[in-house]
């Protein structure tokens, strides 16, 4: 772990067992998070996020039968929306799921989107070969709720292009921007020149004319 994830992380697990209430999640934090769910956070959120603001480990929930639940992390920015993350494994669990496993899996996650959940599974592979990749879509993940975090200094224009970039999965050409933001080719062009300047995108590929964009990570 790097000293700045570190010190950030003892410090947010103080914070949130000096808060917590729950005794049933109060210990689960205690007994240590699983380490699926530390390393997405050291390797994949921390990174590009680099706080824990509004994330809550061991998150409670109730299912039909009036028993608990608990969410890997639940992400609670603002206004009631609510976005689960779980970490998948790949082990026993993973390869020796019965049928009455899964079909409980499944009804988790239903009961999760009925309860109006965002839900974002992410397998511990992929953590483990393609940290980038999850990164983007934790950014895209979260620019579904906080659609708003954009530098002060920015105008609507870059500001809008920062969020469409968040809630893409890919990198992006001038020409979609375009359509998107309903301006010309040539002033998207410049729109995403200055924000290349200001590192908060870069250029992903292509001849100058037929470059495409994705959000700095």
Not at 62 to 82: E, I, M, Q, S, T
Not at 135 to 162: R, Y
Not at 167 to 193: G, K, M
Request: glycine share 6%.
């Amino acid at each position: 772990m790097s000293n700045g994830f570190e010190q950030a992380y003892e410090e947010w697990i103080h914070s949130l067992l000096e808060k917590e209430t729950n005794l049933r999640v109060r210990s689960r934090i205690e007994n240590g998070l699983e380490h699926g769910t530390l390393e997405f956070l050291r390797s994949v959120w921390f990174p590009v996020v680099r706080n824990f603001n509004h994330l809550q480990p061991e998150w409670e929930v109730r299912d039909f039968h009036n028993g608990y639940r608990y969410l890997d992390l639940a992400y609670l920015p603002v206004n009631g929306v609510k976005g689960g993350i779980e970490i998948q494994g790949y082990g026993p669990h993973a390869r020796d799921l019965d049928v009455r496993r899964f079909k409980d899996l499944c009804w988790r996650h239903c009961l999760l989107t009925l309860d109006d959940w965002t839900f974002l599974p992410i397998a511990y592979l992929s953590i483990k070969e393609e940290p980038k990749r999850c990164q983007q879509l934790v950014l895209s993940f979260m620019g579904k709720f906080v659609t708003t975090d954009t530098p002060a200094s920015l105008n609507w224009l870059e500001a809008e292009c920062i969020r469409y970039a968040r809630r893409l999965l890919r990198p992006f050409t001038p020409s979609e921007l375009a359509v998107h933001l309903r301006i010309t080719d040539q002033h998207s062009r410049r729109i995403l020149h200055r924000l290349v300047e200001q590192h908060m995108l870069h250029v992903v590929g292509g001849r100058q004319r037929y470059r495409s964009y994705a959000l700095r990570t």
